[in-house]
């Protein structure tokens, strides 16, 4: 079973910077993708940067390219996404997630938040204007 635990969000000033964080259970961290997945209220779920644990290859939503950066540290289980310039339309929930089931496919990221089958329980980041 993977236990996934985000710590970080917070409210922020457009301008400002937060850094989440996203615990994992041992061992999560050497296979499949690991991504951040956001929620505004009345939107769909968004995958903002994703990892591929294998490779260590990146991706970035278009919506986040040169302000977010999604990086690990393997020695503690844990993946992190500073955000930085955070705007008001990065206000939402944003979940840490595992695609364990990607094997066969070297380098691949999953965009699709049902690609994903492990979950943590999701942190509030609210940025003002």
């Known amino acids: 079973q993977v236990q996934l635990v985000e710590s970080g969000g917070g409210l922020v000033q457009a301008g400002g910077s937060l850094r989440l964080s996203c615990a994992a259970s041992?061992?999560?961290?050497?296979?499949?993708?690991m991504g951040w997945v956001r929620q505004a209220p009345g939107e769909e779920r968004e995958i903002v940067a994703g990892?591929?644990?294998?490779?260590?290859?990146?991706y970035y939503a278009d919506s986040v390219k040169g302000r977010f950066t999604i990086s690990r540290d393997n020695a503690k289980n844990t993946v992190y996404l500073q955000m930085n310039s955070l705007k008001p339309e990065d206000t939402a929930v944003y979940y840490c997630?595992?695609?364990?089931?990607?094997?066969?496919?070297?380098?691949?990221?999953?965009?699709?938040?049902?690609?994903?089958?492990?979950w943590g329980q999701g942190t509030q980041v609210t940025v003002s204007s």
């Open positions: 997630a595992v695609a364990s089931g990607i094997g066969g496919r070297p380098y691949y990221i999953p965009r699709r938040p049902n690609e994903y089958d492990y």
């Open positions: 990892v591929n644990l294998s490779y260590g290859n990146i």
């Open positions: 041992a061992r999560t961290l050497s296979s499949g993708a």
